[in-house]
T-cell receptor, first 114, second 113 residues
Framework: AQKITQTQPGMFVQEKEAVTLDCTYD???????LFWYKQPSSGEMIFLIY??????QNATEGRYSLNFQKARKSANLVISASQLGDSAMYFC???????????FGKGTRLSVIA | ETGVTQTPRHLVMGMTNKKSLKCEQH?????MYWYKQSAKKPLELMFV???????ENNSVPSRFSPECPNSSHLFLHLHTLQPEDSALYLC????????????FGPGTRLTVT
């Protein structure tokens, strides 16, 4: 069975600093995808970044980058130059090949302080 | 409108009421989802529809009844709910339902009294 673990229920970061949100996953499928979503207080989930298991390079999208360490089965999200608007819940998710939809972790609440 | 919309945004209902949540996606996707998000639990996948057929039902109580009349619309019919069903209900859509990012609606905040 696939599983996503986010060990940090809450994180604080100073504005303009970088922050890393941890995510580890467990799967025996060689083909999988890893996703990060942001959920502000408004409730909607916003897709941030995707990493495929066969991608050779770490994914980057603007201030977001994914530190993908396949051997350690970790897919940490790095947010550079944090902004107050980055305060939200962040969810890591994984999908596998075959007929399986996304599985989400429990989330990490990030608070950016001025 | 663009993206994924959900109505109503907030709903308060008694345990004997019948209500429906509506989701509409304007992205041309062919898969749609219902999730439940409670305060102290991870996001729970409830139902998945792919090409208008239900492909997953995660042991959801029968008081929740989904309906997908076409690839753009998804409903969640509610009847005789319990207070523990109070949660944020999120709808999402994607192109294919494996290996693709999902786009979420703003959610319906449901309170059962």
């Amino acid at each position: 069975a696939q599983k996503i673990t986010q060990t940090q229920p809450g994180m604080f970061v100073q504005e303009k600093e970088a922050v890393t949100l941890d995510c580890t996953y467990d799967t025996s499928d060689p083909s999988y995808g890893l996703f990060w979503y942001k959920q502000p207080s408004s409730g909607e989930m916003i897709f941030l970044i995707y990493q495929g298991s066969y991608d050779q390079q770490n994914a980057t999208e603007g201030r977001y980058s994914l530190n993908f360490q396949k051997a350690r089965k970790s897919a940490n999200l790095v947010i550079s130059a944090s902004q107050l608007g980055d305060s939200a819940m962040y969810f890591c998710a994984m999908s596998q090949s075959g007929n399986t939809p996304l599985v989400f972790g429990k989330g990490t609440r990030l608070s950016v302080i001025a | 409108e663009t993206g994924v919309t959900q109505t109503p945004r907030h709903l308060v209902m008694g345990m004997t009421n019948k209500k429906s949540l509506k989701c509409e996606q304007h992205l041309g996707h062919n898969a749609m989802y219902w999730y439940k998000q409670s305060a102290k639990k991870p996001l729970e996948l409830m139902f998945v529809y792919s090409l208008e057929e239900r492909v997953e039902n995660n042991s959801v109580p029968s008081r929740f009844s989904p309906e997908c009349p076409n690839s753009s619309h998804l409903f969640l019919h509610l009847h005789t709910l319990q207070p523990e069903d109070s949660a944020l209900y999120l709808c999402a859509s994607s192109q294919g339902f494996t290996g693709h990012e999902q786009y979420f609606g703003p959610g319906t905040r449901l309170t059962v009294t």
